[in-house]
């Protein structure tokens, strides 16, 4: 009997500790296990894989340009995307070429959703596309538009489809001033969008005529934008 | 004796519930290192502000995905018109090696400290770099190239040849790769006789260019590729 008992605990005991030791236990750790697909299956597999199984996450966030020389401008699509990686932030160079001034936002609006959404990407890349007619992306007006995006992507948030934002960013989550405010409305409103989102600084630039037919709102911070942009 | 018998029982089971808590908490959980088929590593060779030769490790990923040619932005350095040297590489390589890049995203890291990249001078590094992921192949160690990729997958000429050698050898690298015609590099001399008369002078110049084999100015060994077909054969292991 005896015998027994010291049998079942030592079993017991055994089992505890092949458990901790073989098996990668998910998590309060807060990562899942991280899974490459390697090349060489992907190589033999011809069949093609739809977009939205590729990434972990991804999302679609409007912004609004405007264009240098004509004036012009389009609602342009920002596409967000997070796969397994190493804390990178990846931008889609394979049809754009982008200004130095649009890369140099770029690690902080990383570094912004991580402390936003309490959400480590250390083995996280980030990837952005902007799907527009431009060949050369330039400026910082987009980035509350990404920003909000990525916040949205991370926390999985639905966007709204009749809303766009127009700010730069900075470092504590305040809207900054953006160029061509005036133009920037007028493309939104021209392109059927209901809403148009701004920084709070410049709520004193907006022509009257410029607002007729859009619903402008001047906006402080990144959250007070997020709460307006989710449906 | 009994009572050293529990003791151990006890020591093992809560032995155990500790590592397994550690495992729990992710203590033994390792970083995931990038996998070796998905990605390559070959130095770039540069020449700073300071007209000095440098290099700048460029590593390159390659993963499923949608065509997209990707570079990493997350440290201090703003790539300039490289990017369209990235763009060209990724689609020369497709092409040689016969992939469909639509299937792939192909992710380019310069891991240097350097604030501003630019120049199309790594066009056939990267190129290379592309065509040995869509292969499952390795690029050998302590190799490097220096040269920019054109349609057609021809290498152009590019300046600085002894400085970036000078740098590839204190880097370690054995075998330098440049475009046709630049293991030697040509300096111009001028010599020039003046000759004074009544009311003229006359200035009679010569050129003399003054050829330097970069190979043995470095001390590296250098060989001459014209194209990329021609690099891979070096390059690959």
Redesign the interface.
Known sequence: MKVASLAVVLILAWAFFAFGMFFEVPSLHGETKIVYQTVKEYVNNTIEVPVGQIYEKNITVHGVAVFNNSGGGELIDISLALRPGHGGVLLDVSDKTFGADFQSTLPMLRQYAESYTGKNLDYKDIIIRLETVAETVQGISGSAAIEAGLIAMLDDMKLRNDTVITGSLNPDGTLGPVSALNEKIGVAKSAGIDYFLMPKVECSEVNESAAIGIQVTCVNSISEALARMTA | MRFA?HLI?IF??F???G????????GY?Q??A??S??SVSIPLLAVGDNGSGMVIPLVTE???????????????S????T??S??LA?EEAARMTG?NAK???I?F?LNGNVT?IGGPSAGAAMTVSAMA?ML?KQIKQNAAITGTIEDGGSIGQVGGILEKAEAARDYGVDLLLVPVGEAYSREPMENCTHTTGKGWTQKECTIVYNTINVSKEAGIAIEEVGTISDAMRYLLE
């Open positions: 018998g029982i093992l089971l032995g155990g519930i590592y397994f808590a550690y495992g729990m908490i992710g959980r970083a995931p990038p996998k088929s998905n390659i993963a499923p995905g949608t065509g997209k040619v990707l570079v990493n932005i997350d440290n201090p703003f790539i300039l018109d990017q369209e990235m763009r990724v992939t299937n792939y995203d992710t890291s501003v992921l499952s």
